[in-house]
């Protein structure tokens, strides 16, 4: 089993930045995929940027350009800087390792979800 915790949440002004971090320890692989969600209240779960072992990195329409996610293999710990932060980027952030990777999608491992990290953007 994998446990995963994130971090990094808080309250920003729009425009601002936040950096979060989400490691992972337990039964990883030596190479995994994973994937940073979001969900915003009342909405459901959505991908935000997806790393596939291989070191490709997509992200949603939304994020683009504004969000980068990277990898630290030795540490299992996967961040996502977010600049530019705007209020419909307030939502509870969630990270997921070891999920499907095919056909360019990511699905996530329903076994590898952290408790999530509140970000909330507003002045």
């Known amino acids: 089993q994998v446990r995963v915790v994130e971090s990094g949440g808080g309250l920003v002004q729009p425009g601002g930045s936040l950096r979060l971090s989400c490691v992972g320890s337990?039964?990883?692989?030596?190479?995994?995929?994973m994937g940073w969600y979001r969900q915003a209240p009342g909405k459901q779960r959505v991908l935000v940027a997806q790393?596939?072992?291989?070191?490709?990195?997509d992200y949603a329409d939304s994020v683009q350009g504004r969000f980068t996610a990277s990898r630290d293999a030795a540490k299992n710990t996967v961040n996502l800087q977010m600049n530019n932060l705007k209020p419909e980027d307030t939502a509870v952030y969630y990270c997921?390792?070891?999920?499907?990777?095919?056909?360019?999608?990511?699905?996530?491992?329903?076994?590898?979800w952290g408790q999530g990290t509140q970000v909330i953007v507003s002045s």
């Open positions: 337990g039964n990883i692989p030596n190479m995994y995929h």
């Open positions: 790393l596939s072992s291989g070191g490709r990195v």
């Open positions: 997921n390792f070891d999920g499907s990777y095919i056909g360019g999608h990511y699905t996530p491992h329903p076994d590898s």
